[in-house]
């Protein structure tokens, strides 16, 4: 008997060495097969965007900071929920992690409009102030009436319009045209102002309604449009810089309640590294892609003049006073703090 309990303890203590845990004993679905906790992060872009680039970040930091006893493992591309499944998975807690564009969260609520707002920001400095300040605060915050825990905010940069009916310099440009939309009322508004006809599709429908001619063209960041080839199947591309893009990292509220006080700061400080990290980032990637668009594709490209740029406000400014009240007055205050 006493030779039998040696080895087993023998046994045991060898392989806590080979597989130090962190906290043991997790919820079954987040045991990883070596005692590792473990969250799924799922996203529905590329990985060479910000948010696939910032996730891989994350997850480095995360391995990093907690000696490879918590793991997030990511599935880009849509690969587990597409961004209309993503939100009811995290609900139902399917999947640990999600990071939607802020623009489909307006089905969750309506305020989340702000950040579709026409020209709501200027650069991409307006951005980080927006998002990483008081606007971004209480957005964040929103989620918690529907059981999230928002993490942080993690732009992309601007959206710009491809289409193959062009080219599209002023904004009467679109009226008569298809095109694909986030899942986002405000949006659909905003091409019902210009008379264009907008379908709310997944991303991962896009490039496939392009090609068979479904829609006439689509809205997304420089590396949306290069990592999932939008270039290749459009004729006409517009720097409009007339939208933002970007995303709330969230987790669903209880999945976050059960982790122990040094998984979440472990979590915390490696979003918080990441978040920074990926500011630059974003930038830098949408530059370089754009260079490489222009390299490899013979894509034509209008980049707005002021000037024209102008008319387009002009053109979408009553939007602003059509969401006023849907948004609610603090945050459209908030922004209009932070164009003075
Ligand atoms: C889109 O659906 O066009 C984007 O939200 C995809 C993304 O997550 O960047």
């Not at 309990?5 to 997790?26: C, D, H, K, R, T």
């Not at 599935?75 to 489909?104: C, R």
């Not at 976050?256 to 978040?275: F, P």
């Not at 990926?278 to 668009?293: F, G």
Request: glycine share 6%; net charge negative.
């Amino acid at each position: 008997l006493f030779l039998s309990i040696s080895i087993v303890l023998v046994v045991y203590l060898g392989y806590q060495n080979l597989f130090p845990q962190a906290e043991p004993p997790y919820d079954d679905d987040q045991e990883g097969l070596n005692g590792q906790l473990i969250f799924k992060f799922s996203h529905v872009v590329a990985e060479n965007t910000p948010k696939g680039q910032a996730a891989a970040k994350f997850a480095e930091l995360v391995d990093e900071k907690s000696n490879g006893t918590i793991q997030i493992v990511v599935f880009p591309n849509g690969s587990l929920y597409s961004d209309i499944e993503e939100i009811n998975a995290l609900k139902d807690e399917q999947v640990h992690m999600i990071a939607p564009s802020t623009s489909k969260l307006d089905m969750l609520s309506p305020e989340w409009g702000v950040l579709d707002l026409p020209f709501a920001f200027s650069e991409y400095d307006a951005i980080a102030e927006g998002v990483h300040g008081p606007i971004g605060e209480k957005l964040l915050q929103s989620l918690q009436k529907e059981g999230i825990k928002g993490l942080a905010h993690w732009p992309n940069g601007f959206k710009q319009i491809t289409t193959n009916k062009g080219p599209v310099i002023s904004p009467e440009d679109l009226a008569g045209q298809n095109f694909r939309i986030m899942q986002s009322k405000i949006i659909q508004a905003q091409f019902g102002m210009l008379g264009a006809i907008a379908q709310q599709e997944s991303f991962n429908s896009t490039f496939k309604l392009i090609e068979e001619g479904k829609v006439d063209g689509e809205e997304n960041t420089i590396s949306n449009i290069y990592s999932r080839k939008f270039y290749t199947v459009q004729k006409h591309m517009t720097i409009t810089n007339h939208g933002y893009l970007g995303y709330a990292v969230m987790m669903n509220q209880d999945v976050w309640d059960r982790q122990s006080n040094k998984t979440q700061q472990i979590l915390l400080e490696a979003m918080k590294e990441t978040t920074a990290w990926n500011d630059e980032n974003a930038q830098k990637l949408n530059e370089e892609q754009l260079a490489l668009i222009k390299e490899n594709s013979s894509i034509e490209i209008h980049e707005l003049s002021q000037a024209e740029q102008r008319q387009w406000m002009e053109r979408l400014e009553p939007l602003y006073k059509e969401y006023e009240e849907i948004i609610g007055s603090e945050l459209m205050e908030d922004l209009q703090d932070l164009k003075k």
